[in-house]
């Protein structure tokens, strides 16, 4: 079987080398056309070992995308393969996988995909697959890299017709994200689910949905186990019952889904305590002239299902030292809300206010909180500012208290070039075993940007906290000094198909989230280069 799995890759990465651009089939008599599209991902890494006290280690990644579309059909595959320097065989990290597969027909509202896929219930309440684009994942037990895809392996079916529309699935999820493919020692993909979801709008104004999954899991030496869950949902749209509203700038969304285990809505109703397994999550949106808010809600009770994915409710903040403290959603116990305003002030200013409040209730009560407001100066004049300042507290990760400031500046020097500096500085208080220690972040990154050539940027951070400060690969050593994380990142194109991001120094792990969706990333030093091909 891994003999045959090499074959399709080196065929896949043959024909990556043969296809420079989108290529057009010739139509014949009947006119249709066809059309490839290709894609690459190449990350290559030498450094130091994060497994071993080894100074230095080489590893490398490569994903192949290939689609070919003709009228309403689509058919593609992804092949994957990994290569480190070192193979303690136990666990063994390198593979050759064909990790994405699928055939899909599109005709007049109607969409059928048969492979992997991706689909939602609702807001994901019950059922979420999706991927992460551009992420690669860099595990380090058991060491492997991978993007992160959390497809369903099976059949799926969307039709849309006027006010109805409905979707029905079926098919293997992904319910452990963070176990690398290729391993066939730990599963990736476990059980089989099967559900769909139908909505109907009775007026611009008003639509309903429901929702249904019914789940099969076969525990090693046990008879199969079955569950059944349902959903409900409701949307209402203010502006679609009068025009007018809409013609004075002014618009409120809603949004409520509610999702229960064996839920009965007759006869149950919106059961919110802890005796039932159930999900709950509202979303109101209203904008006036140049102001917009949003104020979202989350009761989520034993719902960490493996293959959903509910909303997290934190706020994704771009800036580095409140980016690492996002919160990591623990669906089996929590609830809270978040609140976010953003509008235009005078002198071209804009602010920005976020604030998040959470309780969980997983192995004991646990708090988050953040609030976080930015102002930031015309993006579009000679010189553009962004100042910062947030207060926060997380204590799923021991933080009893965090504090964050700083000030981004930018300055474009003639027509085509541009320079960025950006401080961070954050005041912190972790409490352990009942013993608290404060501590200090600080962030530097000084960054050029040509018009055409790319950006290069400087980065240093520094850090004494004591979770930090000693190196768990050091063994028998117990550094007590501060830490110190510089590095070069380089982004540039090449050609009109390629970008290249090169990275040198050393990176400090940590929490990263993307689209609403939390990982983290291990800490790094060496070089690391990544290649994206388009053609």
């Known amino acids: 079987m891994r003999a045959a799995r090499r074959v399709v890759l080196a065929i896949a990465v043959s024909l990556s080398t043969s296809w420079a651009c989108p290529r057009t089939t010739p139509a014949g008599d009947g006119g249709a056309s066809g059309e490839v599209q290709a894609s690459n991902l190449l990350l290559w890494q030498v450094g ?7 100074s230095a280690s080489t590893g490398s990644f490569d994903q192949f995308d290939l689609v070919y579309g003709r009228d309403g059909l689509r058919a593609g595959l992804r092949a994957a393969s990994y290569r480190p320097s070192r193979d303690d065989g136990f666990l063994p990290a390198r593979y050759d996988e064909i990790t994405l597969k699928f055939a899909e027909w599109e005709d007049e509202g109607l969409r059928l995909r048969l492979g992997d896929g991706f689909a939602t219930l609702g807001r994901g309440l019950l059922f979420r697959a999706f991927e992460l684009g551009g992420v690669v994942r860099d ?138 397994p159930h999900a709950f999550y509202t979303a109101t949106q209203i904008s006036v002239g140049r102001w917009g808010g949003s104020y979202e809600t989350k009761d989520y009770d034993g719902f960490a299902l493996g293959w959903n994915d509910p909303p997290n409710l934190v706020p994704e903040m771009s800036q580095h030292l409140l980016n690492r403290r996002s919160h990591f959603l623990l669906a089996g116990g929590e609830h809270g809300r978040q609140i976010s305003v953003m509008g235009s002030l005078p002198g071209d200013m804009t602010l920005q206010f976020d604030s998040a409040r959470a309780v969980n209730e997983v192995g004991g009560l646990k708090r988050y909180r953040l609030d976080a407001v930015a102002l930031q100066g015309d993006p579009l004049a000679r010189v553009s500012w962004e100042l910062f300042a947030a207060v926060g507290r997380d204590e799923v990760e021991g933080l009893t208290d965090h504090r964050t400031a700083g000030v981004a500046l930018s300055r474009s020097v003639g027509r ?120």
């Open 416 to 535: 085509e070039l541009g320079l960025r500096l950006v401080t961070e500085y954050q005041r912190a208080e972790r409490t352990t075993f009942g013993e608290a220690s404060a501590f200090e972040n600080l962030f530097l990154a000084l960054g050029v940007d040509r018009a055409g050539l790319g950006t290069v940027a400087l980065q240093a951070e520094f850090s004494n906290d004591p979770d930090e400060k000693d190196d768990p690969l050091t063994f028998g050593v117990v550094e007590d000094e501060p830490r110190r994380w510089f590095s070069l990142v380089a982004v540039a194109p090449l050609y009109r198909h390629h970008e290249a991001t090169l990275f040198a120094g050393s990176r400090r792990g940590g929490t990263a989230c993307t689209s609403g969706t939390c990982y983290l990333v291990p800490d790094f030093t060496g070089v690391e280069l990544r290649l994206v091909s388009r053609y």
């Open 48 to 54: 130091r070992d994060p497994r071993t006290e080894a």
């Open 139 to 276: 595990a380090v037990f058991p060491a492997s890299q991978y993007t992160d895809s959390r497809s369903l392996e099976g059949v799926i079916l969307e039709a849309d017709r006027g006010p109805l529309s409905a979707l029905l699935f079926g098919g293997e999820p992904v319910r452990y994200a963070d176990v690398p493919p290729g391993i066939d020692a730990l599963p990736r993909r476990e059980g089989h689910v099967s559900g769909g979801h139908a909505s109907i709008a009775f007026h611009p104004a008003l639509a309903v949905g429901a929702g249904y999954l019914r789940s099969e899991s076969r525990p090693a030496g046990s008879p199969p186990e079955f569950a059944e869950f349902v959903s409900a949902d409701l949307t209402l749209r203010a502006a679609s019952l009068s025009p007018s509203l809409a013609e004075r700038g002014f618009d409120l969304q809603a949004y409520a889904e509610y999702a229960g285990q064996s839920w009965d809505p007759l006869h149950d109703g919106l059961e919110t305590g802890g005796a039932v």
